[in-house]
């Protein structure tokens, strides 16, 4: 049981540059998010998928965009890349069903430097 | 909109000494609370959580009580251990259950 897997591990791009994030997750979680950190701001939600062929934008969702291929996996897509962008990149996943119960579970994260 | 604010860091401890880190967030409804902890490099773990007022969420000798009065949700370790030098991120679930909003992060350096 890995939990939440995501790749890369690190990345670095040039401005303008395309790529994109993998997230997996083997929990059968119905929801899955991104979310970017960035030093003294916590972390800020990107987009979330509330289920399998749901997506929904978060708080900070400019130059980003997402699929949720199949329950397992939430990829996050740059298409092209700003120093802006440069940040730490988390996966989450959560079963939602719980209601107040639900808890999110979070990848190791890619860090991604854009030059 | 919704917010958690806790309190800055550093929070700089010797060994065994006490710690406290606050957290309150905008008393909307009545939600969910988490802490969640950072090890150096690594993604964010929970550590603990509360889903009613009143409640104790505790683990790894850490523990937060949700007071619905003072909106808040401070943690607590009565002995603190290198080990736990890390960034501890208070939350709340808002919007449902599909929105975590986090505080900025506290960092702790407990040395020895």
């Known amino acids: 049981n890995a939990g939440v897997t995501q790749t890369p591990k690190f990345q670095v791009l040039k401005t303008g540059q395309s790529m994109t994030l993998q997230c997996a997750q083997d929990?059968?979680?119905?929801?899955m998010y991104w979310y970017r950190q960035d030093p003294g701001m916590g972390l800020r939600l990107i987009y979330y998928?509330?289920?399998?062929?749901?997506?929904d934008k978060g708080e900070v969702p400019n130059g980003y965009n997402v699929s949720r291929l199949n329950k397992r996996e939430f990829s996050l897509r740059l298409e092209s890349a700003a120093p802006s962008q440069t940040s730490v990149y988390f996966c989450?996943?959560?079963?939602?069903?719980?209601?107040?119960?639900?808890?999110?579970?979070f990848g190791p994260g890619t860090r991604l430097t854009v030059l | 909109g919704d917010s958690v604010t806790q309190m800055e860091g550093p929070v700089t401890l010797s060994e065994e000494a006490f710690l406290t880190i606050n957290c309150t967030y905008t008393?909307?409804?009545?939600?969910?609370l988490f802490w969640y902890v950072q090890y150096p490099g690594e993604g964010l773990q929970l550590l603990l959580k509360a889903t009613k007022a009143d409640d104790k969420g505790s683990n790894k000798g850490f523990e937060a009580t949700y007071r619905k009065e003072t909106t808040s949700f401070h943690l607590e370790k009565g002995s603190v251990q290198v080990s736990d030098s890390a960034v501890y991120f208070c939350a709340r679930l808002s919007g449902g259950y599909n929105k975590l909003i986090f505080g900025a992060g506290t960092r702790l350096a407990v040395h020895p």
């Open positions: 998928s509330a289920s399998e062929g749901t997506t």
């Open positions: 989450a996943s959560s079963d939602t069903s719980l209601g107040r119960r639900a808890t999110q579970y």
């Open positions: 929990m059968n979680h119905n929801s």
């Open positions: 008393a909307t409804g009545y939600p969910s």
